[in-house]
């Protein structure tokens, strides 16, 4: 079983900067795309950015330029660098790990992640 425990969340003025961690068990997380996912109240989990296994990283439109996805496969570790936070950024952070079959065409679909943290609350004030 593997677990995915989401932390730096919190309330920021917009302009600001915060970095999400996701903190993994298990000793494959190299092996394994893993992605940010965001869902605003109301709203549908959209993704936000992923870290292929190979190195590669891909990003929502909305987010390009101003986030940075990462990994730390030592230490079991994705982070999301978030500068020029806007008040429309404001959501739950949810890291995921990849299913075996996704690919480039498939990353945005949830169903494409087969575990899920808990999620960190990210406020950004105007």
């Known amino acids: 079983q593997v677990q995915l425990v989401e932390s730096g969340g919190g309330l920021v003025q917009a302009g600001g900067s915060l970095r999400l961690s996701c903190a993994a068990s298990?000793?494959?997380?190299?092996?394994?795309?893993m992605a940010w996912f965001r869902q605003a109240p109301g709203k549908r989990r959209e993704f936000v950015s992923i870290?292929?296994?190979?190195?590669?990283?891909s990003y929502a439109d909305s987010v390009k330029g101003r986030f940075t996805i990462s990994r730390d496969n030592a230490k079991n570790t994705l982070y999301l660098q978030m500068n020029s936070l806007k008040p429309e950024d404001t959501a739950v952070y949810y890291c995921?790990?990849?299913?075996?079959?996704?690919?480039?065409?498939?990353?945005?679909?949830?169903?494409?992640?087969?575990?899920w943290g808990q999620g960190t609350q990210v406020t950004v004030s105007s």
């Open positions: 995921a790990r990849a299913g075996r079959r996704i690919t480039i065409a498939t990353m945005r679909a949830a169903r494409e992640y087969d575990y």
């Open positions: 298990g000793r494959t997380f190299s092996s394994y795309a």
């Open positions: 870290s292929w296994s190979a190195g590669s990283t």
